[in-house]
């Protein structure tokens, strides 16, 4: 099943997989009428995000827009009785997700440490 929910997410967000990427984390937190999503793709060696990926490849707002509305439909049936996940997946497709209540959750900084190293 996660298998399934890792190659659903890749393609939505293949198109922000710009050429040498090397792993792709996205961060979502999802209610029933809320949510708040944000991906970062390494790329050379560093972590560049979703919006900054916008300006630098010349991809559109509108449709990053819409590809987090996307990924939210595609997303919040599946996350339960947890209120956040972070799935990494590598360019060899190699895929983790991790679930997180929210007391449980990591504060940025410390998920910033945990993932984007």
């Not at 990427?21 to 790329?43: G, M, N, P």
Request: proline share 1%; charged share 30%; hydrophobic share 30%.
């Amino acid at each position: 099943m996660l298998e399934n929910k890792a190659e659903g997410i890749y393609y939505i967000l293949e198109k922000y997989l710009v050429s040498g990427w090397k792993k792709l984390v996205l961060r979502a937190k999802l209610k029933s009428d809320y949510y708040e999503i944000e991906f970062f793709v390494k790329v050379n060696g560093k972590y560049v995000q979703c919006y900054d990926l916008c300006d630098k490849y010349s991809l559109s707002y509108d449709e990053l827009e819409n590809d987090f509305h996307k990924l939210y439909k595609y997303c919040v049936d599946d996350c339960g009785a947890f209120d956040s996940f972070t799935m990494t997946l590598n360019s060899n497709r190699h895929f983790r997700f991790d679930y997180h209540y929210d007391e449980g959750e990591p504060d940025n900084k410390k998920w910033c440490e945990l993932y984007l190293n």
